[in-house]
């Protein structure tokens, strides 16, 4: 019997990086790309640190929202630009059912 590799997404450690590895270099399509996903997954003030399959986040991580707020000022200073916090982002988790949450991913 094969084992399924599972997909696991952290993306407490993509945050981490977004400054060295995307900024620095001038990716800011690909750094605007990767915050707004984040953003997509917020849920009670809180940024996943872990997707698991797409399904069952985790949201017990306090640092990553912190990451994730430092990942937009650099995005700021290094663009020159504050329109990503006007941008409009669509929701993944619209409300508190996990069932739900699960379907929509």
Same mark, same amino acid.
């Given at each position: 019997?094969?084992?399924?590799?599972r997909k696991? /997404?952290l %993306?407490f450690?993509?945050?981490?990086f977004? *400054?060295?590895?995307? +900024?620095?270099?001038?990716?800011y399509?690909?750094?605007?790309s990767?915050i /707004?996903? %984040?953003a997509?997954?917020l849920?009670h003030g *809180?940024i996943?640190? +872990?997707?698991?399959n797409g399904v069952?986040?985790?949201?017990?991580?306090?640092?990553?929202c912190?990451?994730f707020i430092?990942?937009i000022?650099?995005y700021?200073h290094?663009?020159?630009?504050s329109?990503?916090?006007q941008k409009?982002i669509?929701?993944?988790?619209l409300?508190?059912?996990?069932?739900?949450?699960?379907?929509?991913?």
């Amino acid at each position: 019997m094969k084992k399924r590799k599972r997909k696991i /997404c952290l %993306f407490f450690a993509k945050l981490v990086f977004i *400054l060295g590895s995307l +900024l620095i270099p001038g990716l800011y399509t690909e750094a605007l790309s990767i915050i /707004c996903m %984040f953003a997509s997954t917020l849920r009670h003030g *809180l940024i996943p640190h +872990l997707l698991n399959n797409g399904v069952n986040p985790r949201y017990n991580s306090r640092d990553t929202c912190w990451w994730f707020i430092k990942a937009i000022k650099d995005y700021i200073h290094f663009t020159n630009s504050s329109e990503i916090l006007q941008k409009e982002i669509k929701m993944k988790f619209l409300s508190d059912d996990k069932l739900e949450h699960q379907e929509l991913l």
